[in-house]
T-cell receptor, first 115, second 116 residues
Framework: KAGVTQTPRYLIKTRGQQVTLSCSPI?????VSWYQQTPGQGLQFLFE???????NKGNFPGRFSGRQFSNSRSEMNVSTLELGDSALYLC??????????????FGEGSRLTVL | AQSVTQLGSHVSVSEGALVLLRCNYS??????LFWYVQYPNQGLQLLLK??????LVKGINGFEAEFKKSETSFHLTKPSAHMSDAAEYFC??????????????FGKGTHLIIQP
């Protein structure tokens, strides 16, 4: 069974640009959650999608957005990039809502560097 | 709102010694508690979880944790450390309340160092 796949693994952008990250969940999983990981703030919850609907959202500005497709694949977008957006972005899938199951399966992450 | 505190950002133990990683949580309703491990340049992997029932939970790689409601703790232990245990460990909580505005809340992490 294939795991969670995130693309791209590494990317470099400049301030003001926008970026789109992709996540393919484990087959059969309907929930996809996104987390931002930085040395200073640790793991912070961005949002969770379930059956193409955003179910939960963390405390991030509107520049951070996401969506989920009918095949459960998900994308997140960050517009008008700032230096502070440099981080490892982790996607995690689960069979049910993460807040109910807590059992998340993580991808290896997309490491974003903003210059 | 729920929160997690992990005491000690770095813990160093000798190979073969007891591993103890501390986690305290705050939750207004019965929590679901988890420990995840992250190896360098990888995502997180679930070690073990507590939802209901037996308070001593066994996980993978010889780890176990005990839910103590009176102490609001969920400390992770392993009787004998192995070099391969060197990694970052995260404690996490959710409440299955359905609100879930915070998603799964993670602690800041504890970096476990194994001395040969």
């Amino acid at each position: 069974k294939a795991g969670v796949t995130q693309t791209p693994r590494y990317l470099i952008k400049t301030r003001g640009q926008q970026v789109t990250l992709s996540c393919s969940p484990i087959s059969g999983h309907r929930s996809v959650s996104w987390y931002q990981q930085t040395p200073g703030q640790g793991l912070q919850f961005l949002f969770e999608y379930f059956s193409e609907t955003q179910r939960n959202k963390g405390n991030f500005p509107g520049r951070f957005s996401g969506r989920q497709f009918s095949n459960s694949r998900s994308e997140m977008n960050v517009s008008t990039l700032e230096l502070g957006d440099s981080a490892l972005y982790l996607c995690a899938s689960s069979w049910g809502l993460a807040v109910r199951t807590g059992e998340l399966f993580f991808g290896e992450g997309s490491r974003l560097t903003v210059l | 709102a729920q929160s997690v505190t992990q005491l000690g950002s770095h813990v160093s133990v000798s190979e073969g010694a007891l591993v103890l990683l501390r986690c305290n949580y705050s939750s207004s309703v019965p929590p679901y508690l988890f420990w995840y491990v992250q190896y360098p340049n990888q995502g997180l992997q679930l070690l073990l979880k507590y939802t209901t029932g037996a308070t001593l939970v066994k996980g993978i790689n010889g780890f176990e944790a005990e839910f103590k409601k009176s102490e609001t703790s969920f400390h992770l232990t392993k009787p004998s450390a192995h070099m391969s245990d060197a990694a970052e460990y995260f404690c996490a909580v959710t409440t299955n309340s359905g609100g879930g505005a915070d998603g799964l809340t993670f602690g800041k992490g504890t970096h476990l160092i194994i001395q040969p």
